[in-house]
């Protein structure tokens, strides 16, 4: 596929789309299934780069990879796994961070596992401390080697107990995937709860597993010996919810998305509520609309659930540029997630980024020389440009960006948006977007 596309922008988009499982969530349930003695099925799965790289790397270690596209049905069978090639899952895994999550399943299969060099959006450093971290607390043995890190485990894995100085979202989900066959019982405290986090848990426990979540974010899971595979259907991406609706604002639109939950979106809808745009939940999706009028200026203070996402950030920063007066914008989950406002202002948006903490309260970047806060004045109207992706969620608001911006866009890297939105194009063109692909 091409990497560069021309946006005829200025039309709203109006129309219907469907959104499936969320990426966030359908990659751990993917790496679950190398937890299991018997073949998995999983439901519900979009059709979007990152399914691709795990299923290669799963089907790297032995399991046998079944995926119906067009069903969104994926069947694994585990029954063989085995130790991959080092240089097969470096070239494979791209930019993927999903690697590191084998340790725990491959150490309780194999006694080892080998993570590459870690990818990913470039959105902060993305460090991987925490997770090896755990790894450690359960008793593997961590060796760091020039292209990545190996990992044995000669006594097996023991439960612990374990604090988390961050709710990470990864590293709750590396410790449930090595606790669940540990020898023992482990706790986690100031874990990450995302309903994509409690839907790993929902498949944990149908393949045997034995987890309680407490309201104070501390989980304790109960090792077991062996588990079997499971059939789930994925809940819905929130995230990709979110992205559309946000679009249907920033163009002036009405779109229609199926798929789209509201209990998980509960703060997007509150946020969207203020900044006035419209919903209407019914009940096999939620309808997003501009309904006229003036948008309304907000503070915004990204969070780790049942905050505001951080990937919800940058889609709604582009209808942010429609409201009226100003409105302050405090990411405080990546210290680095306000890049793609330079594109925006190369647009005719007035955005200004600053190292303080603005909005309301501190957070752990306050002190760090990182741009992440942010002013927006607006209505600011956008012009055409030349634009390159910067990562997925980044890019995907540029293409917002672009698709209301007066005048024909060029927008390089389009390649990356399709790691984590499935068929984007199909819905653009489903929502009476004018674009062109380059030959
Ligand atoms: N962190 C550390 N050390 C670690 C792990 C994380 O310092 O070992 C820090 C990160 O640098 C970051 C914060 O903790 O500042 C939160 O990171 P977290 O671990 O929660 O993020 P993640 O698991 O790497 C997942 C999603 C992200 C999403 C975040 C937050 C996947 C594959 N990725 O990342 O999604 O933004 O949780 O909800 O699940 C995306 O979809 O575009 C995306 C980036």
Redesign the pocket.
């Known amino acids: 596929m091409s990497d560069l596309l021309y946006v005829n922008g200025g039309t709203p988009l109006n129309g219907t789309i469907r959104v499936r499982g969320a990426?966030?969530f359908v990659?751990k349930a993917m790496v679950a299934a190398l937890l299991g003695e018997t073949p998995s099925v999983l439901r519900n799965v979009p059709e979007i780069r990152d399914v691709h790289v795990v299923s290669g790397l799963l089907q790297l270690h032995g399991v046998n990879v079944d995926y119906d596209v067009e069903a969104g049905t994926l069947s694994l069978d585990p029954s063989n796994v085995e130790t991959a090639h080092v240089a097969d899952i470096d070239a494979h895994a791209g930019s993927s961070?999903i690697p590191i999550l084998f340790c725990g399943p491959l150490l309780h299969r194999l006694g080892e596992a080998f993570i590459p060099d870690l990818g990913g959006?470039r959105?902060?450093?993305?460090?991987?401390?925490?997770?090896l971290d755990i790894l450690r607390a359960f008793g593997a043995q961590v060796d760091k080697h020039p292209h990545g890190i190996f990992l044995s485990a000669p006594n097996g894995l023991k439960g612990t107990k374990y604090q988390l100085a961050?709710p990470?979202?990864?590293?709750t989900e590396q410790l449930l995937l090595t606790a669940v066959r540990a020898e023992g019982i482990t706790e986690l405290s100031n874990a990450?709860i995302?309903p994509e986090i409690m839907d790993l848990i929902n498949v944990l426990q149908k393949m045997g597993a034995i987890i309680s979540v407490d309201t104070d974010r501390v989980i304790r899971i109960e090792g077991v010996s062996s588990l079997k595979g499971y059939s789930h259907t994925a809940l819905s991406d929130r995230?990709e919810a979110a992205s559309w609706a946000s679009a249907a604002l920033a163009t002036k639109g009405d779109i229609f998305v199926e798929g789209a939950t509201q209990p998980e979106m509960l703060a997007f809808l509150n946020t969207f509520r203020k900044v006035g745009g419209q919903f209407e939940v019914q009940d096999n999706g939620i309808r997003f609309y501009h309904p006229g009028g003036d948008l309304k200026s907000i503070v915004l203070e990204t969070d780790v659930h049942p905050g505001f996402?951080?990937?919800w950030q940058q889609p709604l920063v582009v209808a942010l540029t429609q409201a009226k007066g100003l409105s302050i914008v405090h990411e405080t989950?990546?210290?680095n997630r306000l890049g793609f406002t330079e594109a925006l202002r190369g647009m005719g948006a007035q955005i200004q980024v600053y190292k303080e903490c603005l909005g309301g309260r501190d957070c752990r970047f306050g002190q760090m020389n990182f741009h992440h806060s942010a002013v927006v004045a607006g209505p600011t109207p956008l012009t055409a440009a030349d634009i390159e992706v910067p990562d997925?969620?980044g890019g995907f608001s540029h293409l917002i960006a672009a698709l209301a911006a007066e005048g024909r866009s060029k927008v390089r890297g389009i390649t990356l948006i399709d790691r984590?939105y499935e068929n984007f194009m199909g819905k653009l063109k489903a929502l009476g977007a004018s674009f062109e692909l380059s030959d």
Do not use: Q
């Open positions: 990426k966030n990659s961070r959006c959105i902060g450093d993305r460090p991987i401390n925490y997770h961050y990470s979202v990864g590293a990450a995302e995230i996402m951080t990937d989950v990546y210290e997925l969620r984590g």
